[in-house]
């Protein structure tokens, strides 16, 4: 089955940028989404298909895929960006959506 | 504003069964289909099962290939899974989403949490 790789943590000070990866065998051929998880709360949605952001979400959320590695990029963060961070893609090969592990991003 | 409410969770001993509800409003639920997401304690989010807007597709993990089963009604604006043969590794807060594409949750609920214990 395809298998999604994060780092387990990102540590970043406030106002500057962190950079969420998440690897997978020619991950840059599908649609990338990630969630973003406070504690005690449901996801949420912050980029769809690789690089587009849902209503409501801030534009210091980006994204970008290529080949191996799709990116998660929060510009200025901030220290209401701490939570954890997944990725997820459609495997057409098995018929099953697949979650990375997640990322905890911490702001120091 | 689109809102999905789980219920049905609750303790249950090992090899017992449990039926999880979805009940969803604010959209045209019969337009989309439903995934059931879980959260083992201090884990990560893993896919369970999908079910296409007309149950037409019906997708399982392999995890609970065999053990579970998923349906839907659209008269209620409702999905059901019915999850059997429970195992102490299937304790989760279990999630509905809403899919949309290949997002496997663009909405969310708040969970009902699922407790498999002797």
């Known amino acids: 089955s395809y298998v999604l790789t994060q780092p387990p943590s990102v540590s970043v000070a406030p106002g500057q940028t962190a950079k969420i990866t998440c690897g997978g065998k020619n991950i840059g051929s599908k649609s990338v989404h990630w969630y973003q998880q406070k504690p005690g709360q449901a996801p949420v949605l912050v980029v769809h298909?690789?690089?587009d952001r849902p209503s409501g979400i801030p534009e210091r959320f980006s994204g970008s895929n290529s080949e191996n590695t799709a990116t998660l990029t929060i510009s200025r963060v901030e220290a209401g960006d701490e939570a954890d961070y997944y990725c997820?893609?459609?495997?057409?090969?098995?018929?099953?959506?697949?979650f990375g592990s997640g990322t905890t991003v911490t702001v120091l | 504003e689109v809102q999905l409410v789980e219920s049905g969770g609750g303790l249950v001993k090992p090899g017992g069964s449990l039926r999880l509800s979805c009940a969803a409003s604010?959209?045209?639920?019969?337009?989309?289909?439903i995934n059931w997401v879980r959260q083992a304690p201090g884990k990560g989010l893993e896919w369970v099962s999908s079910i296409s807007s007309s149950s037409g597709f019906i997708y399982f993990a392999d995890s609970v290939k065999g053990r579970f089963t998923i349906s839907r009604d659209n008269a209620k604006n409702s999905v059901y899974l019915q999850m059997n043969s429970l195992r102490a590794e299937d304790t989760a807060l279990y999630y509905c989403a809403r899919a949309s594409g290949s997002v496997a949750g663009r909405y969310w609920g708040q969970g009902t949490l699922v407790t498999v214990s002797s």
């Open positions: 997820q893609v459609w495997d057409s090969s098995s018929d099953q959506y697949v």
């Open positions: 298909d690789d690089s």
């Open positions: 604010g959209f045209t639920f019969s337009d989309y289909g």
